[in-house]
């Protein structure tokens, strides 16, 4: 089954803090002293993405399979370090289950939100990435993000070195 890309609404806030929850452990959950890695997740509640579901600053882009959410993005106002040249937005969070790794699903939605970002009125595109997350890096390198800083990405205690990219749009 192809995955559907759609908006994501008010009613899918549980099912983003279950996905957000989920890709982040699977993804990085090794790297973190347990009591680091829940107090990051208590800030990814069904509530706080309500919050953002109902500000229109942010624009949260869902892939289905079916009942099953194979991944997500999310769109948001600037809040990375970094002094932005244009009309930023920022790909705050871009993950997808991964049982769809190597699918084309992040293809797909990474020019789904090309386009919301384009749309949104943005001529500039950012986002972190972990240092060591490559194959995420080179994902974005092929879509021309360029590497512009770097800062500290606080996962309870523990401070990760993330890449912060830039895309002119």
Known sequence: MTPVLRPATIDDADRLAAIGRDTFVETFGTLYRPDDLAAFLTSHTPESWAGELADPRFRILLAMAGDDTAGYAKLGPRSLPF???????????????????????????????????????????????????????????????????????????????????????
């Open 83 to 169: 002094e932005p040249r244009g009309t930023p937005i920022e790909l705050r969070q871009f993950y997808i289950r991964r049982e769809w790794h190597g699918s084309g699903l992040a293809a797909r939605m990474m020019e789904a939100v090309l386009a919301t970002a384009r749309a949104s009125g943005a001529d500039e595109l950012y986002l972190s990435v972990f240092i060591d997350n490559h194959r995420a890096r080179r994902f974005y390198e092929r879509y021309g993000f360029v590497r512009v800083g770097s800062y500290a990405f606080m996962v309870g205690t523990h401070a990760d070195e993330d890449h912060v990219m830039r895309l002119v749009l």
